[in-house]
């Protein structure tokens, strides 16, 4: 069973607040004209060296000791193969890490969306700390979300209390819908 896009952000994602990133960047976009769908995410985490970056590569590989197969990294590239696209892992240690997914827009295999709201909120309550800069871009139509200026806004209520989760998933799927992302 293939995960939708918004579960395989979240665990994309996860390993970089386990890199200790302390800033993250997503981006979601679809453009139609090019009948393509990029999942793009950058960290400033620990990073990886060459040795590592070829090893998470392939599907029985993991640093975690409470699962013994690592599906995380191995997955995403599997999915911009059957999906037509490309798959783009750079890393450095002590720098931090690019991971961008390709897609077909229209291809058969490529998952749905998914609910991305669900997605970011978990994120952002699990890690309220990091900065947290998203972005989801469909044809012209653009919608963002930047931790700090919520943080910022929010005057002192924390990004993790539960009214914040809240509002936090229920405004990104409004925005979502509004940029007719699906
Ligand atoms: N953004 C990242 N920064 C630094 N290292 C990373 C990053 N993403 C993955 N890694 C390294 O690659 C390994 C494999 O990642 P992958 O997501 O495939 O599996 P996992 O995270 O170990 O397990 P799972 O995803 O099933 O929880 C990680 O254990 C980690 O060592
Ligand atoms: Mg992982």
Redo the contacts with the bound molecule.
Sequence with gaps: MLADIASTML?LAN??V??KATSLRIRLVEEEDKNRFLLWIK?N????DRK?LEK?QSPF????TT?KI?????FAKELAQLCEGRFCLK?KPGQG?LIAIEMKADHWDRPPLGDVGEALSTLIQSAPEVEIRFGAKKNQKRFTLNTTKLKELLDGVRLDSPDVILWIKDYVRQELTKIEMR
Excluded: E, K, Y
């Design positions: 665990d390993n970089s386990r890199a960290d985490g620990q990073g990886m590592l998470v590989f993991t640093t975690r699962r690592g599906l995380g990294i191995p890393s890490t």
